[in-house]
Nanobody, 120 residues
Framework: QVQLVESGGGLVQAGGSLRLSCAASGSIFSIAAMGWYRQAPGKQRESVAGITSGDSTNYADSVKGRFTMSRDSAKNAVYLQMNSLKPEDTAVYYC??????????????WGQGTQVTVSS
């Protein structure tokens, strides 16, 4: 079993910054990719950013230039630096990991979510 623990959410004024962290632990052979998703009230969950084992990153158009995703492979952790936050960034942010639990089996895992609220 694999557990993802997120931290770093909170309340911030528009234009401010927050840094989210996510650490994976448990039966991990290797991590193929990790990502951040968000879900606002009444909306579907959407991809925000992702990073592969080769450190290739991708971002949603709505956050490009404002959010930066990075990882610490030694800690099986990823981070999301969020700058110039806007009220429309308000959502529950979820960490996702695509994990090889052995040489033959790969599964997706989700964290419990952390609330980010941006006031105008």
């Amino acid at each position: 079993q694999v557990q993802l623990v997120e931290s770093g959410g909170g309340l911030v004024q528009a234009g401010g910054s927050l840094r989210l962290s996510c650490a994976a632990s448990g039966s991990i052979f290797s991590i193929a990719a990790m990502g951040w998703y968000r879900q606002a009230p009444g909306k579907q969950r959407e991809s925000v950013a992702g990073i592969t084992s080769g450190d290739s990153t991708n971002y949603a158009d709505s956050v490009k230039g404002r959010f930066t995703m990075s990882r610490d492979s030694a800690k099986n952790a990823v981070y999301l630096q969020m700058n110039s936050l806007k009220p429309e960034d308000t959502a529950v942010y979820y960490c996702n990991a695509n994990v090889w639990i052995n040489r033959y089996k790969r599964d997706d895992y989700w964290g419990q979510g952390t609330q980010v609220t941006v006031s105008s």
